[in-house]
């Protein structure tokens, strides 16, 4: 049972544009949803996060939304660039009884994003 | 400053052998997890240590056990490896407490044949 869904396997866009990227989850129990970037031969690093009492953050060209109604969440890259191209993976954790998460994370299955020049 | 450091970064392993995944963090962080990636499957949560001296299973801990060292250390270990162990393996650590991002390791990847 996939907690977390990507369905979008891959996005292409073109360099200056918006890159809109979808994430969906079923667990009621995540308040804390985290994006992380990842290239080839090399381990997921974190872009952005958001908890549930926010509806949107953003840092710099990224920008992620919650919609905790929908479960649904998203990642926006403007403008796009060719360097931005890389497999992105929405991860969502949930608050331990006693208000203490761990860091254990669910990930979705990963969307590749090809950033065309 | 390494963050987290995986060794060894690639093997081979045949059906019915063991080895020792290592993991090693130099950011005096106090969780640390293992996790595996397969096509399709995004990352998967094998076992975790929230602190030194506990370890407790994630989603997909059976074939596996692991060894919280010390504060630095977390290491995995495949007692007897098979096919369906074939997959990069990422070693993660973070603070402990609400809402903080895991940093991950480079990876290994394993194929077990």
């Known amino acids: 049972d996939q907690q977390v869904k990507q369905n979008s396997p891959s996005l292409s866009v073109q360099e200056g544009r918006i890159s809109i990227l979808n994430c969906d989850y079923t667990?009621?129990?995540?308040?804390?949803f985290l994006w992380y970037k990842k290239y080839p031969a090399e381990g997921p690093t974190f872009l952005i996060s958001?908890?549930?009492?926010?509806d949107k953050n953003e840092d710099g060209r990224f920008t992620v939304f919650l919609n905790k109604s929908a479960k649904h969440l998203s990642l926006h890259i403007v403008p796009s660039q060719p360097g931005d191209s890389a497999v992105y993976f929405c991860?969502?954790?949930?608050?331990?009884?006693?208000?203490?998460?761990?860091?254990?994370?669910?990930f979705g299955q990963g969307t590749i994003l090809t950033v065309h020049p | 400053n390494a963050g987290v450091t995986q060794t060894p970064k690639f093997q081979v392993l045949k059906t019915g052998q063991s080895m020792t995944l290592q993991c090693a963090q130099d950011?005096?962080?106090?969780?640390m997890y293992w996790y595996r990636q397969d096509p399709g499957m995004g990352l998967r949560l094998i076992y975790y240590?929230?602190?030194?001296?506990?370890?407790d299973k994630g989603e997909v801990p059976n074939g596996y056990n692991v060894s919280r060292l010390n504060k630095r250390e977390f290491s995995l270990r495949l007692e007897s490896a098979a096919p369906s162990q074939t997959s990069v393996y990422f070693c993660?650590?973070?603070?402990?407490?609400?809402?903080?991002?895991?940093?991950f390791g480079q990876g290994t990847r394993l194929t077990v044949v």
């Open positions: 993660a650590s973070t603070l402990q407490g609400r809402n903080t991002e895991a940093f």
């Open positions: 667990n009621s129990m995540f308040d804390y």
């Open positions: 958001i908890s549930s009492i926010k």
């Open positions: 991860a969502a954790s949930a608050i331990r009884a006693g208000g203490t998460s761990y860091g254990k994370l669910t």
């Open positions: 950011m005096n962080h106090n969780s």
């Open positions: 240590s929230a602190s030194e001296g506990t370890t």
